[in-house]
């Protein structure tokens, strides 16, 4: 499994890393698109250079989730198993009820280790909630893998090739957008090839719109943007999470003030922005069939 480490160390070297970075091609062009990929081209350099991709074995988080198991819950679990061959085939009553009190006590203790160990695991990283889902799947044996799909039915024929498995999800989620305006479109009964974007508006709402004028940005409007996005270790397509972004605000402010008024000033988006990570989330039914997804596929 390959991860990035981000820790005090790697976080304080791409800091002092991004210190050094002038974003001057940023400063020096006139095209959006061009500012902006020059911007994330040197932020995702630094980016990986910090926080390189390192394989780490899968069992590490296994391995701390049964931290609580130590040499003495061993040794007693070894005892209570002697106890339990002892008193199968025994008539004491005695024995019976020593082993009976011995399990009802051992399992007290490891309930209690675990909880502990699963209280000092919480504390630690920054998202909780991650955390805790991770030890729930852990702990019953779930994979976060059960439903990737290896083999997709398209009208009649199996296919395996991943790419071309990615290709009818894409092609579908792709579709959607048109579907939607085709069917909008009929119920106003007119044509969208024959109407400008504006006309569009005009007919789909009755009440005029009300004047908007889009004002500059300044390093404090960013900033406040920026900070005020959640700390999240989540990311996109690049890579980068809300938790960075905010850490290296100071850095980063001024180029993306330059973008962003640039980009209102020119009427610009840039096209990088544009792209997004898809997950399909298989919900029920046949997970292998396509009939499910929509007709045109």
Not at 33 to 55: A, C, E, G, Q, T
Not at 116 to 126: F, G, T
Not at 180 to 198: A, E, G, H, R, V
Request: charged letters at 25%; a positive charge; proline letters at 3%.
């Amino acid at each position: 499994m390959l991860v990035r480490r981000i820790n005090e160390h790697t976080i304080n070297d791409f800091l002092l890393k991004l210190s050094y970075e002038t974003c001057d091609t940023v400063f020096s062009s006139n095209d959006v698109n061009v500012m902006f990929n020059s911007f994330m081209d040197s932020y995702l350099k630094i980016f990986y250079s910090s926080f390189p991709l390192k394989r780490v074995s899968v069992n590490n988080k296994k391995k701390n989730i049964n931290n609580w198991i130590t040499s003495g819950i061993l040794n007693s679990c070894k005892c209570k198993r002697e106890l339990y061959l002892a008193s199968r085939n025994s008539e004491n009553p005695y024995l019976i009820s020593h082993y009976k009190k011995y399990c009802k006590i051992l399992s007290i203790v490891i309930k209690e280790a675990k909880k502990l160990n699963y209280e000092d695991i919480i504390k630690k990283p920054h998202n909780r909630n991650k955390t805790v889902w991770d030890m729930v799947k852990l702990e019953i044996n779930k994979s976060g893998y059960t439903d990737r799909i290896n083999t997709l039915n398209v009208r009649g024929t199996s296919i395996t090739n991943s790419q071309e498995i990615v290709n009818v999800f894409n092609k579908y989620f792709l579709s959607m957008a048109k579907n939607i305006n085709s069917t909008n479109t009929k119920q106003n009964n007119y044509n969208l090839d024959d109407t400008t974007p504006i006309d569009y508006l005009l007919k789909s709402f009755k009440t005029p719109f009300l004047r908007m004028k889009l004002k500059s940005l300044s390093t404090k409007d960013v900033d406040k943007i920026i900070k005020s996005l959640k700390p999240k270790n989540s990311a996109g397509y690049d890579g980068i999470s809300t938790r960075l972004l905010k850490i290296s605000s100071a850095f980063i402010c001024s180029p993306l003030t330059y973008i962003c008024n640039k980009s209102i000033s020119l009427g610009v988006f840039p096209d990088r922005l544009k792209y997004a990570v898809v997950k399909p989330l298989f919900k029920k039914g046949d997970k292998n069939n396509t009939q499910l997804l929509h007709k045109d596929i």
